[in-house]
């Protein structure tokens, strides 16, 4: 267990460097997240007045859900990966380009509460393994993302599978998905760009939608359901 105070030098550093990024991709996730949960309560609603059960969507994405939405939101959740993990801020970019192309490829699937976290850290994650020649091993991410070790393996396997490991992200296609969330955060009534980063990122130029792990002696505090001594949210609830 760290002590209250072990990260404070470095997280006073954070709460001013938080990238435009987060919080353009938290308002567009919740603004999703709401349309679905509300399109899945209805259709349960109109099927349990026929007693036909409850509505049966996303079956792809069933390995992501939770056992119930965790109490800690889409903007604390993507901020907490950024302070611990020292991804860059391009892998929010490609995580999201990986949720939006698992959506294309099984349109039956939606992203609700119940796994829009498990697919936040696992994409991130599988993200920062494309783009950063330093990053934390599933272990660490884990612990950042309140999943176990084996159950973010799992994911990450998952994931891949639903993808058929398309993770490459072309330069072009990069900039396109920057554009679009840009877009849609003017609906917010603001208008910010996401940080562009310096290189080029690697990739295949025809994709149609718009190393080693390290150690570090830093290390998130423990997640669990009593209150911690530290100022960090608890994050998701394991299933």
Same mark, same amino acid.
């Given at each position: 267990?760290?002590?209250?105070?072990?990260? $404070?030098?470095?997280?006073?550093?954070?709460?001013?460097?938080?990238?435009?990024?987060?919080?353009?991709?938290?308002?567009? @996730?919740?603004?999703?997240? *709401?349309?679905?949960?509300?399109?899945?309560?209805?259709?349960?609603?109109?099927?349990?007045?026929?007693?036909? !059960?409850? *509505?049966?969507?996303?079956?792809?994405?069933?390995? #992501?859900? !939770?056992?119930?939405?965790?109490?800690?939101?889409?903007?604390?959740?993507?901020?907490?990966?950024?302070?611990?993990?020292?991804?860059?801020?391009?892998?929010?970019?490609?995580?999201?380009?990986?949720?939006?192309?698992?959506?294309?490829?099984?349109?039956?699937? #939606?992203?609700? %509460?119940?796994?829009?976290?498990?697919?936040?850290?696992?994409?991130?994650?599988?993200?920062? /393994?494309?783009?950063?020649?330093?990053?934390?091993?599933? *272990?660490?991410?884990?612990?950042?993302?309140? =999943?176990?070790?084996?159950?973010?393996? /799992?994911? &990450?396997? +998952?994931?891949?599978?639903? @993808?058929?490991? !398309?993770?490459? =992200?072309?330069?072009?296609?990069?900039? %396109?998905?920057?554009?679009? #969330?840009?877009? +849609?955060?003017?609906?917010?009534?603001?208008?910010?760009?996401? &940080?562009?980063?310096? #290189?080029?990122?690697?990739?295949?130029?025809?994709?149609? &939608?718009?190393?080693?792990? $390290?150690?570090? %002696?830093?290390?998130?505090?423990?997640?669990?359901?009593? $209150?911690?001594?530290? %100022?960090?949210?608890? $994050?998701?609830?394991?299933?």
């Amino acid at each position: 267990m760290l002590a209250a105070g072990e990260f $404070t030098d470095r997280h006073c550093w954070l709460e001013t460097s938080i990238p435009r990024v987060l919080t353009i991709l938290s308002f567009v @996730l919740e603004k999703l997240v *709401a349309r679905n949960n509300t399109l899945v309560d209805d259709l349960n609603q109109q099927l349990s007045g026929i007693s036909c !059960g409850s *509505a049966v969507m996303g079956k792809n994405l069933d390995v #992501l859900h !939770g056992v119930r939405p965790p109490s800690v939101s889409i903007p604390k959740y993507l901020e907490r990966l950024y302070k611990y993990t020292d991804c860059s801020p391009s892998c929010f970019v490609v995580g999201y380009v990986y949720i939006d192309r698992l959506l294309h490829k099984h349109p039956d699937s #939606l992203v609700l %509460s119940l796994n829009v976290h498990r697919l936040l850290v696992t994409s991130v994650m599988v993200a920062s /393994k494309m783009l950063d020649d330093v990053h934390y091993n599933n *272990a660490f991410y884990a612990r950042v993302g309140g =999943v176990s070790n084996a159950e973010l393996n /799992k994911l &990450e396997v +998952e994931l891949l599978f639903l @993808l058929d490991f !398309g993770v490459m =992200v072309s330069s072009r296609v990069f900039e %396109s998905y920057c554009f679009h #969330l840009e877009k +849609e955060n003017m609906q917010n009534g603001a208008c910010q760009r996401i &940080e562009r980063p310096l #290189l080029v990122l690697n990739g295949a130029e025809d994709v149609p &939608e718009i190393s080693e792990n $390290t150690e570090s %002696s830093s290390s998130p505090p423990q997640i669990s359901e009593v $209150t911690q001594s530290s %100022s960090l949210p608890r $994050t998701v609830d394991r299933p």
